[in-house]
Protein backbone atom coordinates (compact mmCIF):
# COMPACT_ATOMS: atom_id res chain seq x y z
CA UNK A 1 0.00 0.00 0.00
CA UNK A 2 2.95 2.44 0.36
CA UNK A 3 3.71 2.09 -3.38
CA UNK A 4 -0.16 3.21 -3.62
CA UNK A 5 0.25 6.24 -1.68
CA UNK A 6 3.23 7.07 -3.44
CA UNK A 7 1.86 6.80 -6.44
CA UNK A 8 -1.30 9.04 -5.23
CA UNK A 9 1.40 11.74 -3.79
CA UNK A 10 2.94 11.91 -7.06
CA UNK A 11 -0.28 12.12 -9.40
CA UNK A 12 -1.51 14.46 -7.09
CA UNK A 13 1.95 17.05 -7.46
CA UNK A 14 0.82 17.73 -11.06
CA UNK A 15 -2.01 19.62 -12.32
CA UNK A 16 -3.11 18.20 -15.09
CA UNK A 17 -2.16 14.15 -14.04
CA UNK A 18 -4.06 15.19 -10.60
CA UNK A 19 -7.53 16.40 -12.42
CA UNK A 20 -7.44 13.70 -14.96
CA UNK A 21 -7.66 11.00 -11.97
CA UNK A 22 -10.09 13.22 -10.14
CA UNK A 23 -12.35 13.13 -13.59
CA UNK A 24 -12.04 9.42 -13.60
CA UNK A 25 -12.89 9.03 -9.96
CA UNK A 26 -15.45 10.76 -9.92
CA UNK A 27 -17.15 9.16 -13.36
CA UNK A 28 -16.38 5.47 -11.77
CA UNK A 29 -18.76 6.62 -8.89
CA UNK A 30 -21.15 8.68 -11.18
CA UNK A 31 -21.47 5.22 -13.11
CA UNK A 32 -21.74 2.91 -10.58
CA UNK A 33 -24.92 5.44 -8.59
CA UNK A 34 -26.16 5.58 -11.80
CA UNK A 35 -26.14 2.22 -13.42
CA UNK A 36 -27.89 0.86 -9.82
CA UNK A 37 -30.14 2.97 -9.46
CA UNK A 38 -31.18 5.39 -11.93
CA UNK A 39 -30.07 3.64 -15.58
CA UNK A 40 -33.23 0.45 -15.01
CA UNK A 41 -35.98 2.95 -14.87
CA UNK A 42 -39.05 2.11 -16.68
CA UNK A 43 -39.07 3.68 -20.46
CA UNK A 44 -42.42 6.35 -20.88
CA UNK A 45 -44.93 4.83 -23.12
CA UNK A 46 -44.01 6.70 -25.97
CA UNK A 47 -40.13 5.83 -25.48
CA UNK A 48 -38.77 9.11 -24.76
CA UNK A 49 -36.74 7.95 -22.17
CA UNK A 50 -34.41 6.15 -24.37
CA UNK A 51 -33.54 9.44 -26.17
CA UNK A 52 -32.27 11.03 -22.57
CA UNK A 53 -30.57 7.78 -21.04
CA UNK A 54 -28.45 7.71 -23.77
CA UNK A 55 -27.67 11.04 -23.37
CA UNK A 56 -27.21 10.60 -19.99
CA UNK A 57 -25.27 8.00 -20.72
CA UNK A 58 -22.97 9.16 -23.68
CA UNK A 59 -21.98 12.89 -21.50
CA UNK A 60 -21.20 10.85 -18.32
CA UNK A 61 -17.25 12.10 -18.42
CA UNK A 62 -17.94 15.71 -19.32
CA UNK A 63 -20.46 15.54 -15.89
CA UNK A 64 -17.17 13.77 -13.97
CA UNK A 65 -15.52 16.44 -15.69
CA UNK A 66 -17.65 19.16 -14.57
CA UNK A 67 -17.58 18.16 -10.91
CA UNK A 68 -14.03 18.54 -9.95
CA UNK A 69 -12.03 20.95 -8.88
CA UNK A 70 -9.30 21.88 -11.16
CA UNK A 71 -6.85 24.73 -11.57
CA UNK A 72 -8.11 28.10 -13.91
CA UNK A 73 -5.21 27.89 -15.61
CA UNK A 74 -5.42 24.24 -16.46
CA UNK A 75 -9.17 24.52 -17.93
CA UNK A 76 -9.62 28.36 -18.97
CA UNK A 77 -13.33 27.56 -19.96
CA UNK A 78 -14.26 25.29 -17.16
CA UNK A 79 -17.27 27.98 -15.93
CA UNK A 80 -18.69 27.88 -19.31
CA UNK A 81 -18.16 24.07 -19.19
CA UNK A 82 -19.81 23.76 -15.78
CA UNK A 83 -23.04 25.91 -17.16
CA UNK A 84 -23.63 23.58 -20.56
CA UNK A 85 -22.85 20.03 -19.05
CA UNK A 86 -24.79 20.70 -15.87
CA UNK A 87 -28.10 22.67 -17.51
CA UNK A 88 -28.50 19.59 -20.17
CA UNK A 89 -28.08 17.14 -17.18
CA UNK A 90 -30.42 19.50 -14.91
CA UNK A 91 -32.61 19.02 -18.58
CA UNK A 92 -32.56 15.08 -18.32
CA UNK A 93 -33.21 14.33 -14.93
CA UNK A 94 -36.10 16.60 -15.17
CA UNK A 95 -37.70 14.85 -17.76
CA UNK A 96 -36.95 11.46 -16.17
CA UNK A 97 -38.47 13.30 -12.98
CA UNK A 98 -41.45 13.72 -15.19
CA UNK A 99 -42.44 10.97 -16.28
CA UNK A 100 -41.67 8.37 -13.73
CA UNK A 101 -44.00 7.72 -10.90
CA UNK A 102 -42.88 5.21 -8.90
CA UNK A 103 -41.45 6.94 -5.36
CA UNK A 104 -39.10 4.94 -4.86
CA UNK A 105 -37.38 5.51 -8.12
CA UNK A 106 -37.59 9.17 -7.91
CA UNK A 107 -36.09 9.19 -4.64
CA UNK A 108 -33.32 7.93 -6.84
CA UNK A 109 -33.23 10.30 -9.51
CA UNK A 110 -33.67 13.34 -6.85
CA UNK A 111 -30.40 12.04 -5.06
CA UNK A 112 -28.63 11.60 -8.33
CA UNK A 113 -29.13 15.31 -8.78
CA UNK A 114 -28.24 16.17 -5.51
CA UNK A 115 -25.17 14.31 -5.56
CA UNK A 116 -24.30 16.00 -9.10
CA UNK A 117 -25.28 19.65 -7.40
CA UNK A 118 -28.24 20.55 -9.76
CA UNK A 119 -29.51 22.52 -7.16
CA UNK A 120 -26.75 25.07 -6.64
CA UNK A 121 -25.11 27.43 -8.98
CA UNK A 122 -24.13 25.43 -11.59
CA UNK A 123 -20.68 26.89 -12.10
CA UNK A 124 -19.31 25.73 -9.20
CA UNK A 125 -18.35 22.46 -9.16
CA UNK A 126 -19.86 19.65 -6.60
CA UNK A 127 -19.97 19.71 -2.94
CA UNK A 128 -19.16 16.03 -2.99
CA UNK A 129 -15.37 15.56 -3.27
CA UNK A 130 -14.35 12.13 -4.46
CA UNK A 131 -10.95 11.03 -3.49
CA UNK A 132 -8.72 8.42 -4.55
CA UNK A 133 -9.06 5.79 -2.32
CA UNK A 134 -5.01 5.62 -1.03
CA UNK A 135 -5.42 4.63 2.88
CA UNK A 136 -5.67 1.57 4.53
CA UNK A 137 -7.97 0.58 7.31
CA UNK A 138 -6.18 -1.61 9.67
CA UNK A 139 -7.54 -3.63 12.14
Known amino acids: MRFQKELYDAVSADSYAKAIADIFCTLNILWGFYAA ?4 LPDAPEGTLIDTHLCIETFMLDLAASMVVVDETVATNIL ?9 YRNWFTSIRNVTSDSSKLFYVDWMMNV ?3 ERDTSMPSSRVFQLAHETVSA
Do not use: M, P
Open 116 to 118: IGL
Open 37 to 40: HVRD
Open 80 to 88: QFRQKVRAD
